[in-house]
């Protein structure tokens, strides 16, 4: 494996983890009661993140995926977390061999791998903050997700953040809020 690989697959892992201990904390009757992304439900919420899991194993396997995010509409499923450790496996066992220069399609066009992974992996770490928030926790990033998800917001031009199904309006993070929370007012989450 090589190093780029390594650190890919190191950030994925992580994401996934983190999203997953997300999941596993969302109490029984919650399920089905709003997000904090308001259009969506707690469940619906998995269920794009679940998508996005999904797309990342898709893209180092070779398949074809969508070029849209994915949709949480009709999403069931009896163990969200078993599923989620379930894409997990493929991803692990597809990262080694990947080549990630390999040109796949994103929704901004043909890419290279590791480049076409960005943004799944970036909306597993940032949703599993909006899953703890859902569920009335505090959550931090882990600093090297935080980091990865700030560095790809920052690449990305005001116009196209804030265009129609992406990020709403910027909020004011509290006086004195973190790395995480100011991050997450930027792409229109209220932290306070």
């Given amino acids: 494996m090589t190093e780029t690989n390594a650190r890919i697959g190191a950030l994925a892992t992580e994401a996934l983890g983190f999203f997953v201990d997300a999941v596993e904390r ?55 977390a078993a599923k989620l450790r379930e894409i997990g496996g493929r991803i692990e066992r597809a990262l080694p061999n990947a080549d990630l220069e390999a040109p796949r399609p994103s929704p901004a066009g043909e890419m290279p791998l590791h480049e076409a992974l960005a943004f799944p992996m970036a909306d597993l770490a940032m949703h599993a903050w909006d899953l703890h928030r859902s569920c009335g926790r505090r959550a931090e990033l882990p600093e090297g997700l935080r980091e990865f998800c700030q560095a ?17 309006p910027a909020t004011t993070p509290p006086e004195g809020a973190g790395d995480t929370d100011r991050l997450m007012a930027y792409l229109g989450r209220s932290v306070s």
Avoid at 43 to 62: D, F, Y
Avoid at 152 to 168: H, N, T, W, Y
Wanted: net charge negative; proline share 10%.
């Fill in 152 to 168: 790809l917001i920052d690449s990305v031009p005001e116009q196209m953040m804030r265009r129609p199904g992406a990020f709403g």
């Fill in 26 to 80: 969302v109490p029984a009757g919650s399920w089905d009661e709003p997000s904090n992304l308001g259009e969506w439900s707690v469940r619906e919420l998995v269920g794009h993140v679940t998508g996005s899991a999904t797309k990342i194993a898709v893209l180092l396997e070779g398949g074809q995926t969508w070029g849209t995010p994915s949709e949480p509409a009709d999403w069931v499923c009896d163990d969200p």
